[in-house]
């Protein structure tokens, strides 16, 4: 790269530029990736605790249904009374430019969708369990999306971040450095120039006095 470039001070003020620009943003992609890790891990270690809560509450959900279909037979038909979940909602929200889903249910609307005189207490722990799996879910679901979100991120960062280092960097530095030489050298012919130039007139001078 660095011979592929005139030796003017003009193009080191520019490279010095690109240089200083290329530093600078190597410094916050690598800021930017350190924030985006940390809150990964915190979401990863959410992550891990909802997925042990989650089978938790599923293993009380399904014995309880089990027994409610032992003491009351087939339940379907209760179930099919219970309505389709549809108050949740999405939005997002922005960490370092990554935007994460933010997910939301009405956790008002759990009422009792069905009549006591011929269930029982099984089913009602059913009903409740699998209430707090669908709620655990919903979080669930955010967090992994978010994790799934800041890892591409992550990726995308510090490829960006490695190009600076180890290819834009060192190039404007090497460029730089090219550049330096060659007006060095530059200054240095020119000044023995003048040196000679200087010489030979102080030698005509001196002829003519001597004649």
């Given at each position: 790269m660095a011979t592929q470039i005139f030796a003017t001070k003009g193009n080191l003020i520019s490279t010095k530029k690109t240089l200083a620009l290329a530093k600078l943003g190597y410094e916050l992609l690598d800021r930017k990736?350190?924030?985006?890790?940390?809150?990964?891990?915190?979401?990863?270690d959410e992550a891990k605790s909802l997925r042990g809560s989650i089978?938790?509450?599923?293993?009380?959900?399904?014995?309880?249904?089990?027994?409610?279909?032992?003491?009351?037979?087939?339940?379907?038909?209760?179930?099919?009374?219970?309505?389709?979940?549809?108050s949740i909602s999405v939005t997002v929200k922005s960490v370092m430019g990554v935007e994460l889903p933010r997910i939301t249910m009405n956790k008002h609307d759990s009422k009792i969708r069905y009549g006591f005189?011929?269930?029982?207490?099984?089913?009602?722990?059913?009903?409740?369990?699998?209430?707090?799996?669908?709620?655990?879910?919903?979080?669930?679901?955010?967090?992994?999306?978010?994790?799934?979100?800041?890892?591409v991120a992550i990726r995308k960062t510090q490829r960006r971040a490695n190009a600076l280092k180890n290819i834009i960097i060192p190039n404007s530095e090497e460029t730089v450095k090219f550049i330096t030489n060659a007006l060095d050298e530059k200054d240095r012919e020119e000044f023995s120039r003048l040196k000679v130039i200087k010489a030979q007139k102080s030698y005509k001078a001196k002829k003519q006095q001597l004649q």
């Amino acid at each position: 790269m660095a011979t592929q470039i005139f030796a003017t001070k003009g193009n080191l003020i520019s490279t010095k530029k690109t240089l200083a620009l290329a530093k600078l943003g190597y410094e916050l992609l690598d800021r930017k990736r350190n924030i985006l890790i940390r809150e990964m891990m915190l979401l990863t270690d959410e992550a891990k605790s909802l997925r042990g809560s989650i089978e938790e509450t599923y293993q009380v959900a399904y014995s309880a249904l089990q027994l409610a279909n032992i003491t009351m037979g087939i339940i379907s038909p209760i179930a099919d009374n219970i309505p389709v979940e549809e108050s949740i909602s999405v939005t997002v929200k922005s960490v370092m430019g990554v935007e994460l889903p933010r997910i939301t249910m009405n956790k008002h609307d759990s009422k009792i969708r069905y009549g006591f005189m011929q269930t029982n207490t099984q089913l009602d722990k059913a009903y409740i369990a699998f209430n707090k799996v669908k709620e655990i879910t919903v979080v669930l679901a955010q967090v992994e999306n978010s994790i799934y979100r800041l890892a591409v991120a992550i990726r995308k960062t510090q490829r960006r971040a490695n190009a600076l280092k180890n290819i834009i960097i060192p190039n404007s530095e090497e460029t730089v450095k090219f550049i330096t030489n060659a007006l060095d050298e530059k200054d240095r012919e020119e000044f023995s120039r003048l040196k000679v130039i200087k010489a030979q007139k102080s030698y005509k001078a001196k002829k003519q006095q001597l004649q």
